[in-house]
């Protein structure tokens, strides 16, 4: 069940990255702390271990890919991370201007949106802990994929997540934003905000890894990944209704809680489902045969 060519094309994307993250570190002047760099190389080498044993020794493919996957996800969001910053500290003029216009065009006032956040505080509450359930969702789908055996479905949930996050990470680089936040003066001493603010002015010039910030505003990765949840969980009962309206509530928070722009959202959906359909149209060709 592990695709051994299909891995190889990961670790070759991540090789890939890795080299553009080597690049950008000695470009920018910038250095990255050791020990998270080695807590991740040993995780993931504890992991590739686990994966080992059971597709060698133990036989159990099942948890053989589920290693395997944790180690290559573990990996890529540690280097998308670096690129994230890396690609901040370029300092390119911000797009926050023409999103706040573009949110009135649409009839959308963020401030009055936060007013509003202020005097519900019950409603408030709702959409933080639905929004900050991403993570654990994620988790439990993948747990879940596997335990049913659904691996082409893992798979498909594995590039979906790389290629947006990739994708949000490259266009926020090329058009960044400081997000509501930022643009309205609140909530100054987020960590997303202070991170992004530092680099650049370039005031940070080591990067943690066990303090990585999301620094995407534009495309919104939040609502990318709520979209691909509720997509993975298509067509499975109890499951998918749970996922639908769960992240119905992890978009609506999306704005509030995690200071985005709605123009952000827009954004976000569009490069979600431009990739669930490129990944739909070009499926035949992704590799298909597995071994055991």
Request: glycine letters at 8%.
């Amino acid at each position: 069940m592990l695709n051994t060519s299909e891995i190889r094309w990961a670790w070759g994307l991540f090789a890939v990255l890795a080299v553009a993250d080597m690049l950008g570190l000695a470009l920018m002047g910038m250095d990255m702390r050791i020990v998270p760099c080695l807590l991740v190389a040993a995780a993931t080498a504890v992991l590739l271990l686990i994966s080992f044993v059971y597709k060698t020794v133990r036989r159990e493919p099942r948890l053989a890919y589920f290693a395997m996957t944790g180690a290559q996800l573990l990996v890529y969001t540690a280097l998308a991370g670096v690129l994230s910053y890396l690609l901040t500290a370029g300092n390119r003029p911000t797009i926050d201007a023409e999103l706040v216009a573009t949110d009135y065009f649409l009839g959308f006032d963020w401030t009055t949106m936060y007013a509003w956040g202020k005097t519900h505080v019950a409603q408030h509450l709702v959409l933080i802990c639905a929004y900050y359930s991403i993570l654990p969702q994620l988790i439990l789908m993948y747990i879940i994929l596997f335990t049913k055996g659904l691996f082409d479905r893992a798979r498909e949930m594995f590039w979906l997540f790389i290629l947006t996050s990739l994708g949000c990470v490259i266009i926020s680089g090329l058009f960044p934003a400081a997000g509501a936040f930022g643009t309205f003066n609140v909530q100054t001493a987020n960590p997303s905000l202070q991170h992004f603010l530092a680099l650049r002015d370039g005031s940070m010039k080591s990067i943690n890894l066990q303090q990585l910030q999301g620094l995407v505003s534009f495309p919104s990765f939040h609502l990318a990944l709520a979209v691909i949840l509720a997509y993975a969980a298509r067509g499975i009962p109890v499951l998918f209704p749970f996922f639908l309206a769960l992240n119905a509530l992890v978009i609506a928070a999306t704005p509030l809680v995690g200071g985005h722009h709605l123009a952000d959202l827009w954004g976000g959906a569009l490069l979600t489902l431009g990739v669930i359909a490129a990944m739909r149209r070009f499926s035949s060709s992704l590799p298909q045969n597995s071994d055991s």
